[in-house]
């Protein structure tokens, strides 16, 4: 199966809706500026990783994934935000933004903020769009679980602690705990939002939250190496920034090779969270190595 073709299509599929869902800066418009700085951001060209994801699991209950569309822009709606505000002088105070500079660099800090905070409100409202196909019971619990795993129990609770841990050396389960949720969290969002939006078993549930953490873990790892060897042109960023910063990373904590090691065996741990559901996950299955090996 061709991964990339997948997320590719799916990419174009993702953006038409994109597209209608949000809203456009009309002319003589007042907050026509919040509008063109939430666009900017969204189709700078990020991968669509989620809605990917997301995708792939109502395929492997059999779904259709059309009507869902709106509920994956909104996934992609939110990871869209936490980049904006991640960029932020606040937080990593960075320039550059999917090959792109920065929304605070274009719109200035406040249209930023509030780019990211009307794409995360926005986000919700689109997810609610597929009411007129979900059993409303499966979409309540579906976007329950996308908002838990989205704030202070979820992806910011992992930015929290990321800050609160600034300056200082990590162990391997503290990078863990942070990675769980800045980028786990918004995976088990994808994943397991759609199994609940399929009305999928508990025990099924549990196997696709155990498979999401493992994928987000091996997507960092795949993200601390690229950032030590990988090619800034295709990333879109400049590389060696963790070092720099002198952030903790697999790399600073077990070196290339075994960093190398641990993201094959996390890989393996992925697959096999997966064995319950059979031949039927063989999309989902191939995730891990090919996020492993990728090279943006
Ligand atoms: C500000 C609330 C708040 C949270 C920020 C997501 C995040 C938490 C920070 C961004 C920086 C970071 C290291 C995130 C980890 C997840 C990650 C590697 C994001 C990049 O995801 P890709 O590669 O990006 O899917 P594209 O641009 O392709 O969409």
Redesign the pocket.
Known sequence: MDIAKYFSEKAGEVNACLDELLPRPGAGQMEGVLFEAMRYSVF???????PGLFFAVLRLFEMDDRPYLPFACGL?MI??????????PA??DDDL??GRPTSHKVFGEAQAILA?DALLTHAFNAMLQTAACAAPERLLAAVDYVARQ?GAFG??A??CV?IVCEGRELGAEELRYI?ER??GA?FCASIAGAALLAGAREEEIADLTEYALKL?LV??IA?DILDEIGDGSKL?KPVGSDKKNHKTTYISLMGLEEARRFGEKTAGEAEAALQGFGARAELLRLLPRYFLHRD?
Not at 44 to 50: D, I, S
Not at 79 to 88: A, C, N
């Open positions: 700078a060209g990020g991968k669509r990783l989620r992609e990871h869209t935000y936490s980049l904006i505000h991640d960029d932020l937080m990593d933004r999917r990211g989205s992806m910011v992992g930015q990321d990675h800045k980028t918004l987000g997507f960092q993200d879109g943006c």
